[in-house]
């Protein structure tokens, strides 16, 4: 007569049952240790989930760009196709870094802010990705036409204005450099990201031979970020003033 | 009878402790990798370039894989260097009728229907008439010439063309004392075009020659390619190749050829008069506004190649430019 309920409830179980464990069961003795670990991050992140998906995910355009290149699947001009999507991924990821404070001003999200860091910096990280695709396998360390691109086009020398100004950034990243350079020092020198955004974005533009229609989509998208931080700018100094 | 087996020892039986924390740890695990994925997702959509559909990479499958032309073969006019995939030449495309990414033209040209087709000749000829392509390609012997192409984006391939010379067909046509210029249309069919409904360039897509480099024994009406008829996105039916200037001057899907005495403004010429002049010479001294044209990629290789003057057919074109401003050429 099968039991109600209790271990035999439906099924009678092997008694052999350890040799037929998963390799997910095997693997059992890690999980409280990693359960651990999520539990300390949730006691300073309450969303443990967050940072770790979106590291993963951020990897996503690298390793599709470098599955594709080994496969042979790029285009018949595979440098210059690696060196168009890594810069767009920074571009991306730079603009969802301005997106963060935004976010939470109008529809409350306080999730942004816990990326924001991570979305900066993955930002810097295809952005020096791009230049090394430039500078390795568009022109093969050839310093002299490297250095009369900078000098000489405009289009060059804003995009390399932008990764000089997001270097600082990206290295003053940590809370100990908060601490060391004081939070308004520290402000001021991020505001800097304001710029590079700028600058980013013309980089785009002048590049493109003629359809400025998808680098015009980012402009825009930069200028709404940018003009919501100039009206709360305003708004501000109109208070201070009353 | 009914003996049930003995319950498992209690050695087997996952403790409470871990059974709770494996499920915090598989739910959240299954947190991070949902976020990744839409992070992922979103950041390939903006970033990636989707592959090509499935329709255009079977047309691709079927094309034929030509063998290149043999170099004993070689005419005078033909390059001995290593010619381009025909892959590459087929699938890596400027034809923005279709769209401005290079995939675009391999994707989108199928559509476009080239039969029938005719081609206008107006303005200063003795005979303006219409030619039908089928009549065009039986009146003259088509030949193979393996040309370097140099595109004003600093990229270049080696193309083995097939074709005949422009000079021919002009011959042909008898122009008058007034035509100096020859100005070409490209087809406006904006149905079979997706690029021609949005604003990108000033359609119909316009070029031109002075009479004397349309004349030059380089200047080639190409219907084909490594011995093939030329595929759509390279500008079937028929389309020119004037391997000493850079690519955009080589129209494609030509309906309309105009003889005139005055200089034709060509579409880029139109679009942005500070880049694009009416000659577009390859010059490695003059510079794009934006970008040097000192070196190019030659498409399969690594390193960049100094690009050459004239392309390298300055013995056969540079006459035709004595005691004019090099820097007004591009």
């Known amino acids: 007569m099968p039991r109600p309920y209790g271990w035999h409830a439906n099924l009678p179980h092997p008694t052999d049952c350890g040799r037929q464990l998963s390799a997910l069961d095997r693997a059992m003795p890690a999980w409280p240790v990693l359960s651990r670990l999520w539990r300390r991050r949730k006691r300073r992140e309450p969303v443990p989930w967050l940072g770790p998906g979106i590291f993963l995910g951020g990897l996503v355009p690298l390793g599709y760009v470098t599955v594709r290149a080994i496969q042979g699947q790029l285009n018949a001009n595979p440098i210059a196709q690696i060196e168009n999507e890594l810069g767009l991924s920074a571009l991306v990821f730079l603009l969802a870094s301005l997106a963060c404070t935004p976010a939470r001003r109008f529809l409350g999200w306080t999730w942004p802010m816990r990326i924001r860091r991570q979305l900066g910096l993955f930002a810097f990280f295809y952005a020096t990705l791009h230049f090394l695709t430039y500078l390795v396998l568009d022109q093969f360390f050839d310093w002299d036409a490297i250095l009369a691109d900078i000098a000489e086009r405009p289009f060059i020398t804003v995009g390399f204005a932008a990764l000089v100004i997001l270097t600082p950034i990206a290295v003053t990243s940590t809370n100990g450099w908060v601490r060391r350079l004081g939070y308004q020092r520290w402000l001021r020198l991020h505001q800097l990201v304001y710029v590079a955004g700028g600058l980013a974005v013309l980089h785009f533009i002048w590049r493109v031979k003629i359809d400025v229609s998808q680098p015009l989509t980012y402009a825009f998208i930069l200028g709404v970020l940018l003009g919501v931080r100039l009206l709360w700018w305003w708004s501000r100094k109109a208070e201070a003033h009353r | ?330």
Request: aromatic residues 10%.
């Open chain 2, 1 to 330: 009878m009914n003996q049930l087996p003995p319950e498992p020892p209690s050695s087997e039986v996952t403790p409470q402790h871990l059974y709770l924390s494996r499920r915090e740890f598989m739910r959240n695990s299954a947190f991070t990798l949902g976020t990744a994925a839409v992070a992922g997702g979103g950041l390939l959509a903006l970033v990636g370039n989707a592959p090509p559909p499935d329709q255009a990479q079977a047309a691709e499958a079927e094309a034929p894989q030509p063998e290149p032309k043999d170099v004993a073969a070689l005419g005078r006019f033909d390059t001995d260097e290593t010619q381009t995939s025909y892959r590459d030449i087929t699938t890596y495309n400027n034809y923005y009728e279709f769209g401005v990414q290079k995939e675009d033209p391999v994707r989108n040209a199928h559509a476009l229907r080239t039969r029938p087709w005719t081609i206008q000749i107006q303005g200063a000829v003795a005979k303006p008439q219409t030619i039908d392509i089928d009549d065009l390609l039986k009146s003259f012997p088509l030949e193979d010439r393996v040309y370097r192409m140099r595109c004003v984006e600093a990229w270049s391939m080696v193309i083995p063309w097939m074709g005949f010379p422009l000079a021919d067909l002009i011959q042909r046509l008898e122009p008058t004392g007034d035509a100096r210029f020859v100005e070409f249309t490209t087809l406006s069919r904006p149905e079979e075009m997706p690029g021609q409904r949005q604003p990108i360039l000033d359609w119909p897509y316009v070029e031109g020659l002075r009479l004397d480099e349309a004349m030059n024994p380089l200047t080639l009406i190409a219907v084909g390619l490594y011995g093939t008829p030329l595929p759509n996105q390279n500008g079937a039916p028929l389309r020119l190749v004037v391997p000493w200037k850079y690519g955009l001057k080589g129209i494609k899907g030509i309906v309309k050829m105009r003889f005139t005495d005055k200089q034709p403004l060509t579409t880029w010429n139109r679009a942005a008069p500070r880049e694009y002049g009416f000659y577009g010479n390859v010059n490695p001294d003059v510079n794009h506004p934006r970008w040097s044209q000192a070196t190019e990629r030659r498409i399969g290789e690594f390193a960049r190649r100094k690009t050459l003057p004239f392309n390298g057919y300055g013995d056969w074109v540079a006459h035709m430019y004595t005691g004019m401003d090099p820097r007004t050429l591009f």
